[in-house]
């Protein structure tokens, strides 16, 4: 990997966003990394598009501002392409995630001629199948982990573990459900031709 | 061994609160540093520390706690940001008259109106002049060792004032970054315990605090005051060695980045200065002699160590994160040049008031203003000393 990685998240408010940057930073954490987790605070209420943004590098970080040139950029949302310029500043030589059941055909034409990467996941049905409920976040941190190669599958899985036994310390009936969807998400990302 | 964690701004202070143990922490919340006497109240009720956590109905009545407290002899402390201070502002001044340490975590946000929870540092600069020792911290872990350095600096006995740990709102106390934590025993005996020479609650030496002081003695006991702040930098360079030994972590009146062989020089507090070295380090690749000098100790003032520190250079910008509003440029810009003024040092300089209510200031703002700086040194002239940065004008996007 270069030495810094930088990602921004879209997302609406409510659907875990902040929370996925935020376990995202963690797990980079849990690797030795220096990392960077933060949100975009703005009127925040249920619905309304948000930003957060992560950086991981193997060298402390010291720059302090939003992120504009990512090398990744991930769409919790995908409502959210007719609205937000989702790829503005996204390197070419970078990928974007999306939480999608769009076809390839109608993504392109979406994200404008974006040239890098494009890489799909079906969020809902993981989440729905795993959890029974749905909270996209977890299947989009496992995608962009598998996305960005930022640790190994094997990495991830055991830190979410113990990230999740410690979260759900009340409620372990969830942790199965979500280290499942962790699973399925790493299985079903997929790049479109 | 130091503990590496990962912590934001907010969590990484009040951690710090909780290995300081402070007998009183009265608060009342206001964004964005509503989460440190947020967990600091979780640390209460889960028994991790014996402080009495004072619940008040307003920020005056927060710092109003924590004079009370001081002057019967506890060790106090609060936190707040832009209007909370504001609202603080009677008692701020009454709890540097009244020599007492209390050590607050401003958590700099701009100040109303329009109301804008956003990062500036309108409200510190609002209290400039207050007689609080003003430390401002880079990053979460300069805002935890700040805040570890606190009490030694404000209960000396040659200093005795208050003392606020500023950080910038959001951009420091909302991000999640690494972090290296002291032990919690090493935290203990480098703070000590608080033994005041003189308090309330001393029955062999009954005092009064804060009675009326008129014309035959307010004069003297102000120039005091002023005298116990110029004592304060030798203090802080003191407890600075100290943690230094414990640590390893050196801290200095201010921090001098790349600025030895220097040509051209950016002067900045808090966050941004983060984002100035990453700017540096990508201009000396280019061979750019681009350095930084990042205030840490604002008050007091170091008048000629700024001064000598600055007096090779070319030319240099002082970036301001609060509008004056005076047609004279910002409190930085004034501090700084007249430190070069009174020290016989002349070199060109210039004011960006920058950042205002949380504009993100990009890498290519700050590289813009040393490109300036790189024209001022080829021409020897300064146009307009006093500029914006990254301000938005009609028929700009």
Redesign the interface.
């Known amino acids: 990997m270069d030495n810094m990685i930088e990602i921004r998240w879209h997302g609406r408010g409510g659907q875990g966003a902040k929370t996925a940057s935020?376990l995202l930073?963690?797990a980079a954490?849990n690797t030795g990394k220096?990392?960077?987790?933060?949100?975009e605070?703005g009127p925040e209420r249920m619905g309304a598009p948000i930003t957060a943004y992560n950086r991981i590098s193997k060298t402390?970080?010291?720059?302090?501002?939003?992120i504009?040139e990512p090398d990744y950029v991930v769409v919790v949302d995908d409502t959210l392409l007719e609205s937000v310029d989702v790829t503005a500043g996204l390197k070419s030589s970078g990928a974007i995630v999306i939480n999608t059941t769009k076809s390839a055909e109608k993504l392109k034409e979406e994200l404008k001629g974006y040239s890098g990467s494009i890489y799909t996941i079906d969020a809902r049905k993981i989440s729905e199948e795993a959890l029974g409920r749905y909270f996209p976040n977890t299947p989009m941190l496992a995608a962009i982990v598998k996305v960005s190669g930022i640790m190994s599958d094997e990495d991830l899985l055991n830190d979410m573990e113990g990230s999740f036994k410690h979260k759900f310390a009340k409620k372990p009936e969830v942790i199965d459900g979500n280290m499942k969807a962790l699973e399925l998400a790493l299985e079903q990302v997929k790049k479109i031709q | 061994m130091s503990i590496r964690e990962?912590l934001s701004g907010n969590e990484a202070t009040a951690t710090a609160m909780k290995q300081i143990n402070p007998d009183v922490v009265a608060a009342f919340p206001i964004t964005?540093s509503t989460e440190i006497p947020q967990y600091f109240s979780t640390f209460v009720d889960n028994g991790l520390v014996d402080t009495e956590f004072v619940a008040v109905e307003s920020e005056h009545s927060a710092m109003s706690a924590c004079i009370g407290a001081e002057a019967a002899g506890a060790r106090a402390m609060t936190a707040t940001s832009a209007n909370g201070l504001s609202l603080m502002w009677e008692m701020i001044y009454i709890a540097s008259s009244l020599r007492l340490p209390i050590v607050l975590s401003l958590v700099n946000r701009a100040v109303s109106g329009p109301l804008n929870?956003?990062n500036d540092h309108s409200d510190a600069m609002g209290v400039r002049d207050a007689g609080w020792i003003m430390l401002f911290s880079?990053?979460n872990q300069e805002a935890y060792d700040n805040t570890l350095m606190a009490h030694r600096i404000a209960e000396n006995k040659d200093v005795m004032l208050p003392l606020m740990v500023c950080q910038?709102g959001?951009?420091?106390s909302?991000?999640?970054?690494?972090i290296e934590l002291v032990e919690d025993d090493k935290v203990k005996e480098f703070v000590g315990e608080y033994h005041p020479e003189h308090y309330l609650l001393n029955k062999k030496e009954p005092i009064a605090v804060g009675p009326l002081d008129l014309q035959s003695y307010l004069f003297e006991h102000k120039a005091a005051q002023a005298e116990a702040m110029k004592n304060a930098k030798q203090v802080i360079l003191d407890v600075a060695k100290d943690f230094e030994k414990m640590t390893g972590r050196k801290y200095g009146l201010f921090e001098e980045y790349k600025l030895d062989d220097a040509e051209i020089a950016i002067v900045c507090m808090n966050?941004?200065a983060?984002?100035t070295?990453?700017v540096v380090d990508k201009l000396r690749n280019q061979g750019i002699k681009a350095g930084l000098l990042k205030v840490r100790v604002f008050r007091p003032f170091p008048v000629d160590e700024i001064a000598n520190s600055l007096s090779h250079l070319k030319a240099i910008a002082i970036l301001d994160k609060a509008d004056s509003l005076n047609a004279a440029g910002g409190a930085l810009f004034a501090d700084v040049t007249s430190a070069m003024y009174v020290n016989n040092k002349n070199v060109p300089a210039v004011n960006y008031v920058y950042g205002i209510g949380g504009r993100?200031?990009?890498?290519d703002d700050i590289e813009k203003v040393y490109n300036d700086l790189l024209e001022i040194v080829k021409t020897g002239k300064v146009e307009n000393p006093y500029r914006y940065l990254g301000l938005r004008r009609e028929g700009d996007k």
């Open positions: 935020l930073a963690d954490f220096y990392i960077q987790g933060f949100p605070y402390p970080i010291t720059i302090h501002s939003n504009y | 990962r964005p929870i956003h880079e990053n910038d959001f951009i420091t909302h991000s999640i970054e690494n966050s941004t983060g984002t070295k990453f993100d200031t990009k890498s």
